[in-house]
């Protein structure tokens, strides 16, 4: 059984859709497949509705937070899409995108980079707008040969030269929020170095005292010591562990499947949520 938790729509920042993600998926032998973009569930109904024969879908998201001035992603699965104060919460995270996209697209600009909104705008056509936008921007430009390689201080990391804020949660109040809307939380590849700045095993042990479910390790960005590291934290503080590819189709090299997370794993983080149930696929044609 081939089970993948961690997967980007052109909802947010992938550039399948999410009918073409979930047809990928199936085509390659995935069994189950999450469906996780940033801050946001619109493009659960697409997936549900083009979902193939023999592929199960997880709806979830993946929540952009902040903890003592770190970024860190807290994936929320199978929970309650409607339920008011985490839907408005989600709100207000997607609501802040555009203004920060603009300020990080002038911070380019005075690093001599021509970019522009129109060009930003046009990658990410009607999807929440995000960093990976700005670095397929980059990547047309010239300026760097990945989008993967825009993610430095150089340029568009956590803190980088061309960095700007946006409106966060707090990972602990996350976690509240899932909980209550009968989700299971994940930490997202919790030791991405590369990606900038992340949080101490401390605030790992605190994050689990108030409720984490889980945290990431098989990740592309996590090496062979990091994933064992992490799974011997993981032991210690009784968290599931998680393996997902984060696919964003062609803005990474990464593939579905790629790294994968354990059936039993999977059964214990089904068992645990109340707010959705997987959706067994029945051979839609969208």
Same mark, same amino acid.
């Given at each position: 059984?081939?089970?993948?938790?961690?997967?980007?729509?052109?909802?947010?920042?992938?550039?399948?859709?999410?009918?073409?993600? /979930?047809?990928?998926?199936?085509?390659?032998?995935?069994?189950?497949?999450?469906?996780?973009?940033?801050?946001?569930?619109?493009?659960?109904?697409?997936?549900?509705?083009?979902?193939?024969?023999?592929?199960?879908?997880?709806?979830?998201?993946?929540?952009?937070?902040?903890?003592?001035? /770190?970024?860190?992603?807290?994936?929320?699965?199978?929970?309650?899409?409607?339920?008011?104060?985490?839907?408005?919460?989600?709100?207000?995270?997607?609501?802040?995108?555009?203004?920060?996209?603009?300020?990080?697209?002038?911070? %380019?600009?005075?690093?001599?980079?021509?970019?522009?909104?129109?060009?930003?705008?046009?990658?990410?056509?009607?999807?929440?707008?995000?960093?990976?936008?700005?670095?397929?921007?980059?990547?047309?430009?010239?300026?760097?040969?990945?989008?993967?390689?825009?993610?430095?201080?150089?340029?568009?990391?956590?803190?980088?030269?061309?960095?700007?804020?946006?409106?966060?949660?707090?990972?602990?109040?996350?976690?509240?929020?899932?909980?209550?809307?009968?989700?299971?939380?994940?930490?997202?590849?919790?030791?991405?170095?590369?990606?900038?700045?992340?949080?101490?095993?401390?605030?790992?042990?605190?994050?689990?005292?108030?409720?984490?479910?889980?945290?990431?390790?098989?990740?592309?960005?996590?090496?062979?010591?990091?994933?064992?590291? %992490?799974?011997?934290?993981?032991?210690?503080?009784? %968290?599931?562990?998680?393996?997902?590819?984060?696919?964003?189709?062609?803005?990474?090299?990464?593939?579905?499947?790629?790294?994968?997370?354990?059936?039993?794993?999977?059964?214990?983080?089904?068992?645990?949520?109340?707010?959705?149930?997987?959706?067994?696929?029945?051979?839609?044609?969208?």
């Amino acid at each position: 059984m081939r089970i993948d938790l961690h997967t980007h729509s052109s909802a947010s920042d992938g550039t399948d859709t999410p009918a073409e993600l /979930v047809r990928n998926a199936a085509a390659a032998g995935l069994d189950v497949v999450a469906l996780t973009d940033h801050d946001s569930t619109r493009g659960h109904a697409e997936a549900v509705a083009a979902l193939p024969e023999g592929l199960t879908l997880v709806t979830g998201a993946e929540l952009s937070c902040n903890l003592d001035g /770190v970024g860190l992603h807290m994936l929320g699965y199978l929970f309650d899409p409607g339920e008011p104060v985490f839907a408005a919460e989600r709100e207000l995270v997607r609501d802040d995108r555009v203004p920060r996209a603009r300020a990080m697209v002038r911070k %380019l600009q005075e690093l001599d980079v021509p970019i522009t909104w129109e060009q930003v705008t046009r990658i990410a056509g009607d999807a929440s707008l995000g960093r990976p936008h700005l670095a397929t921007a980059l990547v047309e430009l010239g300026v760097v040969p990945t989008v993967s390689d825009a993610f430095v201080p150089e340029w568009l990391a956590d803190g980088g030269r061309a960095y700007a804020d946006k409106h966060e949660l707090d990972p602990f109040e996350a976690i509240r929020l899932i909980k209550a809307a009968g989700g299971v939380s994940v930490f997202a590849h919790p030791a991405a170095a590369k990606r900038g700045r992340v949080v101490s095993e401390e605030a790992i042990a605190r994050l689990a005292a108030a409720g984490l479910d889980g945290i990431e390790v098989d990740h592309m960005d996590h090496d062979a010591p990091t994933r064992a590291r %992490l799974r011997g934290l993981a032991a210690d503080l009784g %968290l599931l562990t998680t393996g997902s590819s984060d696919y964003h189709g062609s803005r990474k090299t990464v593939a579905l499947g790629e790294y994968a997370t354990d059936p039993e794993i999977y059964g214990e983080i089904t068992r645990r949520a109340s707010g959705a149930f997987p959706v067994p696929g029945a051979g839609g044609r969208v």
